[in-house]
């Protein structure tokens, strides 16, 4: 069925469904548009403040209602309204219900998320190579791609085509490298992307995280996306954090860039594991010559400046770039080299600091 038939499909299912109040969520005018993708479908409820929990049964049996006529594609409905972290504040001290407690997710000890300020300073080679780091120590490890508007982790792992689906509509995870992997990407395509604004975005996230089998993990690394957005703020929200690993490049603009992100972590209760200095400083690859070409240390400063451990420098280095690209991360093709060790280091001082990440 194309995309549109299957959106009228499923508008006129949730006809069946009854909202607090009364009336049909299909005539509900806090429904969003319905997007369907090849691998999902979704679609947000927005409420009142507070009404959150008495929504709770309509999102129930819409995603029942949705999930018969969908043909196979996952389904994500989320329930949101638009009162902002503040005024959940607001809400808690004037004693009314505040956002559903934060949840571990079944099976997975730890979660870190890896987050920049800015875009492209490569916190999805961080996060990959991280993630294989901590593998190589011998802890169980996932990688979860949280960044909907610029999946990339597929493509850093060669990981090709949707995850499969269990007959009980959980995804089962791809395997590569030794971690287990789910991205987004894997169910969208580009342009697709796009539209996963907001409500969405926290649905998407929430069903990644929940609706996989991620088997026993000890950690789970989450990429995120570049700033301080909603999938930021509803992973923060959603479930208990380990902590999180701040990258920047040395160059000014992105430290100033690095300290929003982290200004905002400081403001939730997630630790902060320390600042990564990505593409910190240039090494031929011929003569091996290095070349401070960015005012290499900038980084390091800053993490001083902001009373934040420094867990280390890579360098921009063409390996990483090339292994990146082709899916084959350099710290599982070449796990000896120097590009390697400039990532297990990062992982080696995260496990020194946080030893209950270990099995
Ligand atoms: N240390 C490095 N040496 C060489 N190339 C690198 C290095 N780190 C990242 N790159 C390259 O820079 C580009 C951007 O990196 P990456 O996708 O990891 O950044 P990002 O911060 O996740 O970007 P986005 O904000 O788009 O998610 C990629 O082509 C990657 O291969
Ligand atoms: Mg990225």
Redesign the pocket.
């Known amino acids: 069925m194309a995309d549109a038939r299957i959106a009228e499909a499923v508008k006129a299912a949730l006809a069946s469904v009854e909202i607090p109040g009364g009336g049909s969520l299909a005539g509900y005018g806090g429904l969003s548009e319905i997007i369907v993708t090849t691998g999902a479908v979704a679609f947000a409820i927005s409420v009142a403040p507070g009404m959150e929990v008495a929504f709770g049964p309509a999102r129930v049996a819409a995603q029942a209602a949705a999930e018969r006529v969908v043909e196979g594609r996952k389904v994500m409905v989320s329930v949101t309204s638009d009162r902002n972290q503040a005024a959940t504040g607001q809400a808690k001290a004037q004693g009314k219900p505040g956002p559903a407690p934060r949840e571990a997710v079944p099976g997975v000890r730890h979660i870190i998320a890896v987050g ?1 300020g800015k ?8 996060a990959v190579n991280l993630a294989l780091a901590f593998a190589a120590e011998g802890l169980r490890t996932g990688l979860l791609d949280a ?1 909907l508007y ?1 999946p ?1 982790v597929p493509k850093l792992l060669g990981i090709e085509g949707k995850p499969a689906v269990r007959e009980d509509g959980i995804f089962s995870p791809h395997e590569a490298y030794g971690l287990k992997a789910m991205s987004i990407g894997s169910m969208l395509t580009a342009d697709q992307a796009v539209v996963w604004r907001g409500p969405m975005a926290t649905s998407a996230l929430r069903q990644l995280l929940r609706e996989s089998d991620w088997g026993t993990l000890d950690v789970l690394v989450v ?1 995120l ?2 700033g301080t957005g909603d999938i930021q703020i509803s992973l923060v929200q959603q479930v208990p954090l380990a902590g999180a690993v701040i ?1 920047s490049t040395p160059q000014d603009l992105a430290l100033i860039d690095a300290k929003k992100a982290i200004d905002m972590l400081r403001r939730t209760s997630i630790p902060l594991l320390g600042l990564v200095e ?2 910190s400083y240039f090494v031929t690859p011929d003569t091996g010559t290095r070349y401070d070409i960015f005012g290499h240390g900038g980084a390091k400063a800053a993490a001083e400046r902001l009373d934040l451990p420094f867990l280390g420098e ?5 390996a ?2 090339e292994t ?2 082709s899916g084959r991360p350099v710290v599982a093709t070449d796990p000896d080299g120097p590009q390697a060790k400039a990532f297990r280091d990062i992982a080696g001082r995260i496990l020194a600091a946080q030893p209950q990440l270990r099995p």
């Open positions: 920049s875009g492209g300073v490569g916190k999805s080679t961080v960044d610029g990339s990429d996306p570049p990258v990505n593409m890579v360098p921009l280095h063409m990483i770039r990146s690209d």
